[in-house]
């Protein structure tokens, strides 16, 4: 077709759609918006890593650059039509004018088509230079949480703002993703209630995401809210989220219910029956206040919160070796027992060097052996940010880019490590370690950026912070920095933690993902949690203590008409299991006996042991205990998350329990609790309740002590009788669960 002729249809065209100017749609903030809208840029679409039918756009939107590239620079030149627009492929494939396997995005004559057909209609121009930049996204209604009654309403209204002040009307391009189906969002953004629940909403445009919280709350006419006593601002903030979902929390856990679970929750054991008669019997009214500060000066509180932290910070045999695993376990005990503040926990870690031997917090550096890896474990481990996606890609579900990714692991790009010495017994396995090694900082050494392989100047996560000065320690400033009252992230993340070690579900879910679009269940609680914290210098056991003299924590596990469906307010406690080092513990409480594992002095519990099970070293067959606490969710601790220990209950654990090794050894020992409570001579009655006190800190039943006492007088084997009623208890949910 000659030019000319081309040139007089297009003139036509335009004049058919009205005056266009190139200004009047912007690539950046138009064409980009519909693409996303559309889903076009999704991972399963264009967006995809290979593309999809020969066409490939950045992922969500990340390189409008190279978006506009594949777009005008088709060499079949059907892409965008200049000259018929109307043919454009990237018209009429979406609007289903051609087969597309994608089906229809939009309709024709749409917005979105409007704004295509003016782009491809004004010869498909690049933004201005100095057009403004959009920088920040609006969304209405801003309210901490939107409350709905099913089926009720509410027209959300998203605006953009741009550098030089503009604000624009972004509702019907914006991008709405609820995280389930208890609320439907229209395409111009009408959120519809549909069932009673609570859920997420992403609003997205372009590269800015907000998050809304709404919840769908069920009408209950006549409602009125009913709570135990407040015993401190935990309780405050929590009842006020329940008192506006019209959820009742349930009443608060007995006395026998509270001991145990303070007992396992603060020290990882259960209460000696003589414990539980003294708790039990005690008619005074702070007698829980003063259970709790008890917990929290025995010895056993340290060995507790050592495991935690062990399994965090990656303390396993197979790259630390045995003797790093042991230093690396009492330095962190240490610091736990020595009430050491959280913030110079952090710090010393972060800043270690030398012999991991000698100075065991440099084993933080020998268990990430790399920048990249250093990097991700510590804004997990420290702050409660995943890094993770962006190590490829501009996060899709954060603020963070692959930028942000690799300017925060130039601070870990200069440490270096030096092996001294190697005894590995697989000289194939590169990931083995045994042997002393010096962890150091060299003057020089940099990230680079895989896109551009340019060096990459350190940088704080979320600030626009210069470069440390050649002459400055990276790890020191890096130190001050994440452990600053200041910082936004460190206290909250650590207070996160510690909530969900004593609740069982972070205020943040998973507790180590922190971000706009997964926002805490209850945001004033945690702040408090955070400023708490904070306020006491860091103080771990104050953050316990306040914690656990909550209402909120000691309610009962029992669900009333209004909480019966809710996981997530805390208006009850969640059953949990019992964790494999408490299980087993347990069990070896309560028949008398000690567990034995391989190269550990006998006698040693399992909340006790330092690193993971002895057969990962190789160099021990594992015993039936170490099986045990492998089969019911120990970690090997290969990753720096609290994910990766499991407490989930399978088959083979209830095997385990019937009629597995570690079960009969206990029961069957000879010289357990049963056959010592056969040689006192006691009578059946007081045999029963020693072993329900024992096993469930509490005192049996009129109907469960007469059954039992029954069957154990009865029987011409004492001491078989004995073994089925202890099995029995050993194998009730009562005693495998914390309630």
Same mark, same amino acid.
């Given at each position: 077709?000659?030019?000319?002729?081309?040139?007089?249809?297009?003139?036509?065209?335009?004049?058919?759609?009205?005056?266009?100017?190139?200004?009047?749609?912007?690539?950046?903030?138009?064409?980009?918006?519909?693409?996303?809208?559309?889903?076009?840029?999704?991972?399963?679409?264009?967006?995809?890593?290979?593309?999809?039918?020969?066409?490939?756009?950045?992922?969500?939107?990340?390189?409008?650059?190279?978006?506009?590239?594949?777009?005008?620079?088709?060499?079949?030149?059907?892409?965008?039509?200049?000259?018929?627009?109307?043919?454009?492929?990237?018209?009429?494939?979406?609007?289903?004018?051609?087969?597309?396997?994608?089906?229809?995005?939009?309709?024709?004559?749409?917005?979105?088509?409007?704004?295509?057909?003016?782009?491809? *209609?004004?010869?498909?121009?690049?933004? !201005?230079?100095?057009?403004?930049?959009?920088?920040?996204?609006?969304?209405?209604? *801003?309210?901490?949480?939107?409350?709905?009654?099913?089926?009720?309403?509410?027209?959300?209204?998203?605006?953009?703002?741009?550098? +030089?002040?503009?604000?624009?009307?972004?509702?019907?391009?914006?991008?709405?993703?609820?995280?389930?189906?208890?609320?439907?969002?229209?395409?111009?953004?009408?959120?519809?209630?549909?069932?009673?629940?609570?859920?997420?909403?992403?609003?997205?445009?372009?590269?800015?995401?907000?998050?809304?919280?709404?919840?769908?709350?069920?009408?209950?006419?006549?409602?009125?809210?009913?709570?135990?006593?407040?015993?401190?601002?935990?309780?405050?903030?929590?009842?006020?989220?329940?008192?506006?979902?019209?959820?009742?929390?349930?009443?608060?856990?007995?006395?026998?219910?509270?001991?145990?679970?303070?007992?396992?929750?603060?020290?990882?054991?259960?209460?000696?029956?003589?414990?539980?008669?003294?708790?039990?019997?005690?008619?005074?009214?702070?007698?829980?206040?003063?259970?709790?500060?008890?917990?929290?000066?025995?010895?056993?509180?340290?060995?507790?919160?050592?495991?935690?932290?062990?399994?965090?910070?990656?303390?396993?045999?197979?790259?630390? +070796?045995?003797?790093?695993?042991?230093?690396?376990?009492?330095?962190?005990?240490?610091?736990?027992?020595?009430?050491?503040?959280?913030?110079?926990?952090?710090?010393?870690?972060?800043?270690?060097?030398?012999?991991?031997?000698?100075?065991?917090?440099?084993?933080?550096?020998?268990?990430?052996?790399?920048?990249?890896?250093?990097?991700?474990?510590?804004?997990?481990?420290?702050?409660?940010?995943?890094?993770?996606?962006?190590?490829?890609?501009?996060?899709?579900?954060?603020?963070?880019?692959?930028?942000?990714?690799?300017?925060?692991?130039?601070?870990?790009?200069?440490?270096?490590?030096?092996?001294?010495?190697?005894?590995?017994?697989?000289?194939?396995?590169?990931?083995?370690?045994?042997?002393?090694?010096?962890?150091?900082?060299?003057?020089?050494?940099?990230?680079?950026?895989?896109?551009?392989?340019?060096?990459?100047?350190?940088?704080?996560?979320?600030?626009?912070?210069?470069?440390?000065?050649?002459?400055?320690?990276?790890?020191?400033?890096?130190?001050?920095?994440?452990?600053?009252? +200041?910082?936004?992230?460190?206290?909250?993340?650590?207070?996160? !933690?510690?909530?969900?070690?004593?609740?069982?579900?972070?205020?943040?879910?998973?507790?180590?993902?922190?971000?706009?679009?997964?926002?805490?269940?209850?945001?004033?609680?945690? =702040?408090?949690?955070?400023?708490?914290?904070?306020?006491?210098?860091?103080?771990?056991?104050?953050?316990?203590?306040?914690?656990?003299?909550?209402?909120?924590?000691?309610?009962?596990?029992?669900?009333?008409?209004?909480?019966?469906?809710?996981?997530?307010?805390?208006?009850?406690?969640?059953?949990?299991?019992?964790?494999?080092?408490?299980?087993?513990?347990?069990?070896?409480?309560?028949?008398?006996?000690?567990?034995?594992?391989?190269?550990?002095?006998?006698?040693?519990?399992?909340?006790?042991?330092?690193?993971?099970?002895?057969?990962?070293?190789?160099?021990?067959?594992?015993?039936?205990?170490?099986?045990?606490?492998?089969?019911?969710?120990?970690?090997?601790?290969?990753?720096?998350?609290?994910?990766?220990?499991?407490?989930?209950?399978?088959?083979?654990?209830?095997?385990?329990?019937?009629?597995?090794?570690?079960?009969?050894?206990?029961?069957?020992?000879?010289?357990?609790?049963?056959?010592?409570?056969?040689?006192?001579?006691?009578?059946?009655?007081?045999?029963?309740?020693?072993?329900?006190?024992?096993?469930? *800190?509490?005192?049996?039943?009129?109907?469960?002590?007469?059954?039992?006492?029954?069957?154990?007088?009865?029987?011409? =084997?004492?001491?078989?009788?004995?073994?089925?009623?202890?099995?029995?208890?050993?194998?009730?949910?009562?005693?495998?669960?914390?309630?």
């Amino acid at each position: 077709m000659p030019r000319i002729f081309g040139s007089v249809l297009l003139v036509l065209l335009l004049a058919t759609l009205g005056p266009v100017d190139a200004a009047e749609v912007s690539f950046q903030s138009d064409v980009m918006a519909v693409l996303s809208k559309a889903g076009c840029n999704q991972g399963v679409c264009h967006g995809n890593q290979n593309g999809k039918g020969g066409f490939k756009l950045s992922l969500r939107g990340q390189d409008p650059q190279f978006d506009f590239l594949a777009l005008t620079h088709d060499q079949s030149g059907r892409r965008v039509d200049l000259l018929r627009p109307e043919h454009s492929l990237l018209l009429e494939k979406p609007t289903a004018a051609v087969a597309h396997q994608g089906g229809r995005r939009f309709a024709a004559h749409s917005l979105e088509h409007e704004i295509l057909m003016r782009w491809v *209609a004004a010869g498909c121009p690049a933004d !201005r230079t100095d057009a403004a930049a959009f920088v920040r996204l609006e969304v209405k209604p *801003a309210d901490e949480q939107i409350l709905l009654d099913p089926g009720g309403t509410a027209q959300l209204a998203a605006t953009a703002v741009f550098a +030089d002040g503009a604000r624009r009307d972004v509702t019907r391009l914006a991008v709405y993703e609820p995280t389930n189906s208890c609320v439907e969002v229209s395409h111009d953004g009408l959120a519809t209630a549909r069932s009673v629940g609570e859920t997420t909403l992403l609003v997205r445009y372009l590269h800015q995401q907000l998050a809304l919280r709404i919840a769908v709350v069920s009408p209950r006419p006549g409602f009125a809210f009913a709570a135990p006593a407040e015993s401190n601002y935990v309780d405050r903030h929590v009842f006020a989220k329940l008192r506006s979902l019209r959820i009742n929390p349930s009443a608060l856990a007995g006395d026998a219910v509270f001991l145990r679970r303070a007992y396992l929750d603060a020290i990882g054991l259960l209460p000696t029956a003589d414990e539980a008669r003294r708790f039990l019997s005690d008619p005074t009214a702070d007698k829980r206040r003063r259970l709790i500060d008890e917990l929290l000066e025995r010895p056993e509180f340290a060995d507790w919160w050592a495991l935690k932290w062990s399994d965090l910070l990656r303390n396993e045999e197979k790259v630390l +070796d045995a003797k790093g695993v042991q230093n690396f376990h009492h330095w962190i005990r240490q610091s736990v027992a020595a009430g050491k503040p959280l913030d110079r926990f952090a710090r010393e870690l972060i800043v270690a060097r030398g012999s991991t031997y000698t100075n065991p917090p440099a084993n933080f550096y020998r268990a990430n052996r790399d920048p990249v890896t250093r990097a991700e474990a510590a804004a997990q481990v420290f702050l409660g940010v995943r890094l993770q996606c962006a190590k490829c890609h501009n996060h899709p579900f954060d603020r963070w880019t692959q930028g942000d990714y690799y300017r925060w692991a130039g601070f870990f790009a200069r440490v270096q490590y030096k092996i001294v010495e190697n005894r590995r017994r697989d000289e194939n396995d590169k990931h083995e370690f045994d042997g002393e090694q010096i962890v150091w900082m060299a003057s020089a050494g940099e990230v680079r950026d895989p896109r551009s392989d340019a060096p990459m100047e350190p940088c704080f996560l979320g600030e626009p912070t210069p470069p440390p000065a050649a002459d400055e320690d990276r790890l020191e400033e890096l130190a001050g920095w994440i452990t600053s009252p +200041d910082n936004p992230f460190f206290a909250r993340a650590q207070a996160n !933690r510690v909530w969900y070690h004593l609740l069982g579900r972070g205020v943040v879910e998973p507790i180590d993902d922190f971000r706009a679009t997964n926002p805490p269940a209850i945001p004033a609680l945690l =702040d408090k949690l955070a400023k708490d914290l904070v306020a006491h210098g860091f103080d771990l056991r104050q953050l316990v203590r306040t914690i656990m003299n909550s209402s909120t924590y000691q309610l009962a596990a029992e669900p009333n008409d209004t909480n019966r469906d809710d996981e997530a307010n805390f208006s009850h406690a969640l059953v949990r299991r019992l964790s494999a080092e408490q299980l087993l513990d347990a069990l070896s409480q309560v028949t008398g006996t000690a567990p034995e594992f391989k190269g550990y002095p006998s006698g040693m519990r399992a909340t006790q042991l330092p690193g993971v099970q002895p057969s990962r070293s190789r160099r021990r067959r594992a015993s039936a205990d170490d099986q045990f606490l492998l089969l019911f969710g120990k970690p090997p601790r290969l990753l720096t998350c609290e994910c990766e220990r499991s407490t989930e209950s399978t088959l083979s654990q209830a095997f385990q329990l019937v009629s597995g090794p570690t079960i009969n050894e206990l029961l069957s020992e000879r010289h357990n609790r049963l056959e010592a409570l056969l040689a006192a001579g006691k009578p059946g009655r007081e045999i029963v309740e020693e072993l329900f006190l024992s096993a469930l *800190a509490r005192h049996p039943t009129a109907e469960e002590a007469q059954m039992t006492a029954d069957y154990l007088d009865g029987a011409t =084997d004492r001491r078989a009788a004995l073994e089925d009623i202890l099995w029995g208890l050993l194998n009730s949910k009562e005693f495998l669960l914390r309630r």
